[in-house]
């Protein structure tokens, strides 16, 4: 019998390749999602590569009827993966409250609905944005969290203790709350890869759009910080090396495996690279010229940030093995399937 596991958000960038991934490990999972940032049709790209068709139920988290009917549904979930959240940083100093209700109340639902129905353990999608910028560098899980720099990301620092108050006052849930760095690329089949809704706020669907021809150039945000090269350092994990990681993480749960009920791993590289280096790498790896300008500042950037992954290393027996160039090859050759099928 295959362990079921409900895994929110998963027709989203990063869940889709968490669900191929938890289904070649031999999960059952059933996919729960509102659709606000990406399409049904995920599914069948996810049991194009999977080969096999996880189960889909169109729910909004918020909804606490509707998620007690899916963990009804399907009675023996063991575990549940949370992505679903909204994530634009920029979108979350407009709308603050809609950040609030949707990250917050769709976490505490969860909390609330798994003991009910003897949900062994939780994965919750962090952010090393609770870091905001580290004093030192690489950043370890025991480095400050710093005062947020938005909405969401006060979203993420707030659910983090929210799991672990709830898990203090006695739940009997288990969490791992990982904190990923910056996720990029797309899976080697290029059926599944990162789709944003309009105009992308991420540097890697920009970049590969520029490279594509549907914007002009790309702007590179800032060349004048304190960097080799002037521009931000970030460290830039492939998608999915960080879906492996969930796979991981959920074995040690199930298998009982956790030192403490609540933990945290930083889910990065160890490897920061600047905007220059990554446009470099881009272009040597693929061969296509990428047309770009440096212009002002983005507000609320954060200089440099990168991971001291050792500890997901050593603990979890997880780590990141895929080359920056890889990676990005991965990103243009999702972007010429974008174009390919006519959607961009
Ligand atoms: P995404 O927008 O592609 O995926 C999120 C999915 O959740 C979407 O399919 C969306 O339709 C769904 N969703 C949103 N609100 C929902 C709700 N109330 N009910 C049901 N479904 C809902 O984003 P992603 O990049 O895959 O990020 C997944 C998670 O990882 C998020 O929690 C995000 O904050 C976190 N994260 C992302 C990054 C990144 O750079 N992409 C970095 C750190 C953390
Ligand atoms: C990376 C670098 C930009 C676009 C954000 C969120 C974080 C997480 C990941 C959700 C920066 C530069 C970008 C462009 C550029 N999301 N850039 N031109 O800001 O590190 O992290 O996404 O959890 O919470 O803050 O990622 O891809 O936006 O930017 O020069 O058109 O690329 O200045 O240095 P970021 P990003």
Sequence with gaps: MKKRILVTGGTGYIGSHTVVELQNSGYEVIIVDNLSNSRADVVDSIEQ?????????????????????????????????????????GESVEKPLLYYRNNLVSLINLLELM???????????????????????????QAPIKAAESPYG?????????????????SPISAIMLRYFNPIGAHP??????????????????????????????????????????????????????????????????????????????VGTGRGLSVLELIKTFESATGVKLNYQIAPRRAGDIVKVWADPAYANNELGWKAETSVEDTLRTAWQWQVHLREKGIM
């Design 189 to 266: 089949s290029a059926l599944i890869g990162e789709l944003p809704n309009g105009v992308p706020q991420n540097l890697i669907p920009y970049l590969t759009q520029t490279a594509m021809g549907i914007r002009e150039k790309l702007s590179v945000f800032g060349d004048d910080y304190d960097t080799p090269d002037g521009s931000c350092i970030r460290d830039y994990i492939y998608v999915v090396d960080l879906a492996k990681a969930h796979v991981i993480a959920m074995n040690r749960i199930l298998e009982g495996k956790q030192k403490q009920q609540a933990e945290v791993f930083n």
């Design 154 to 170: 006060n979203t993420k620092q707030i659910n983090e203790e929210i799991i672990r108050d709830t898990i203090k006052s006695g």
């Design 49 to 89: 590569i999977s080969g096999t068709r996880p189960a889909f139920e169109h729910v909004d988290c918020l909804d606490y009827a509707g998620m007690d009917a899916v963990f009804a549904k399907y009675p023996g979930i063991q575990g549940v993966i949370h992505f679903a959240a909204s994530k634009a940083v």
């Design 115 to 141: 003991p009910k129905h003897d949900v062994k353990g939780i994965i919750f999608s962090s952010s090393c944005t609770v870091y905001g910028q580290p004093d030192v560098l690489p950043v370890t899980e």
